[in-house]
Nanobody, 121 residues
Framework: QVELVESGGGLVQPGESLRLSCAAS????????MGWYRQAPGKQRELAAF???????NIADSVKGRFTISRDNAKNTVYLQMNALKPEDTAVYYC???????????????WGQGTQVTVSS
């Protein structure tokens, strides 16, 4: 059994910052890529950023220069540092982590429960 626990969402004003965390726990043999997606009301879920197990990152154009993704492999945790937040960043943010729970099984994608980020004055 694998569990992802997210934290760090909240209500902030435009221009402020938030840091999201997502910690994976349970039966974990190996973690591959880790990422953050977001879903605004009435819109499809979209990728915000991901990071490979080698540290390579891919940041969506809409948040490039403002969001940074990082990971702590010792803690099985991925972070999303969000700076200069805008009202259009308002969404539920979900972490997505690719995990193999045994040496003999393949990679499976797991989703966090989601954390609300609201940017409003």
């Amino acid at each position: 059994q694998v569990e992802l626990v997210e934290s760090g969402g909240g209500l902030v004003q435009p221009g402020e910052s938030l840091r999201l965390s997502c910690a994976a726990s349970g039966n974990i043999f190996r973690i591959s890529s880790m990422g953050w997606y977001r879903q605004a009301p009435g819109k499809q879920r979209e990728l915000a950023a991901f990071i490979t197990n080698g540290g390579m990152t891919n940041i969506a154009d809409s948040v490039k220069g403002r969001f940074t993704i990082s990971r702590d492999n010792a803690k099985n945790t991925v972070y999303l540092q969000m700076n200069a937040l805008k009202p259009e960043d308002t969404a539920v943010y979900y972490c997505n982590v690719e995990i193999a729970d045994r040496p003999t099984t393949g990679i499976k994608a797991y989703w966090g429960q989601g954390t609300q980020v609201t940017v409003s004055s």
